[in-house]
């Protein structure tokens, strides 16, 4: 398994405000995740994170108002630009392990968003 | 597009007493199928897994058991014990790609 540490654990954001939410990882990943949770709904994924180049973002979800980063194997970053408070959920990182073929993504207790 | 979902919202059991949560799928291309414990404040937790080659897997009380022939998911929690107060997901993949979860069920125990 892997430690997935993400901060902050939560926050409290003033609407039209940006968030940065950092990922770190101690273990070497292939693949690193964003999703979304809104409150009493299941997991939504946002984007893959990719190393080096742009993220891959699902349907529904933008560069603009999601840029994702992620310079390295190991860290990643979620911006939530320009907040709503739509935006109010909780934000997890996931990953898959180095080697591991299709294995279980790994889960962060994610960030806890509230817009106000 | 694909999509997981679940029959039951929320379930509520005896302790002791076995759980079985269940869960359709719908796409028929995904190989790969998984389980996932959710604690209050925590992120969700690896529980079981099974590819499309099985239909049947099992773990430390609990099993998977995979119908693909009704794209149908269920996880059955044996024995089962305050701890296992969760909400529970599955969620389906291809491959090494990314997982699509299911809405999710609240499990609860009665003493």
């Known amino acids: 398994s892997a430690v997935i540490s993400q901060k902050p654990s939560r926050d409290i954001c003033q609407r039209g405000t940006s968030l940065t939410i950092q990922c770190q990882v101690d273990s070497q990943v292939t693949m690193m995740f964003w999703y979304r949770q809104q409150p009493g709904q299941s997991l939504t994924l946002i984007a893959t994170?990719?190393?080096?180049?742009?993220?891959?973002?699902e349907s529904g979800f933008v560069i603009d108002k999601f840029p994702i980063s992620r310079p390295n194997l190991t860290f990643s970053t979620l911006t939530v630009s320009n907040m709503s408070p739509e935006d109010s959920s909780i934000y997890l990182c996931s990953v898959r392990l180095t080697g591991v073929g299709s294995s279980p993504l790994h889960f962060g207790n994610g960030t806890r968003l509230t817009v106000t | 597009g694909e999509s997981v979902g679940l029959h039951l919202p929320t379930l509520s059991v005896q302790e002791g007493d076995n759980s079985i949560i269940n869960c359709a799928y719908s796409?028929?291309?995904?190989?790969?199928f998984i389980w996932y414990k959710q604690e209050s404040g925590k992120g969700p937790q690896f529980i079981i897994d099974i590819r499309s080659n099985m239909d049947k897997r099992q773990g430390q009380r609990v099993t998977v058991l995979l119908n693909k022939t009704v794209k149908h998911l269920s996880l059955q929690i044996a024995a089962t014990q305050p701890g296992d107060s969760a909400v529970y997901f599955c969620a389906e993949g291809q491959g090494a790609q990314k997982l699509v979860f299911g809405q999710g069920t609240r499990l609860t125990i009665n003493p």
């Open positions: 796409n028929s291309a995904s190989d790969y």
């Open positions: 994170a990719n190393q080096g180049s742009e993220a891959t973002y």
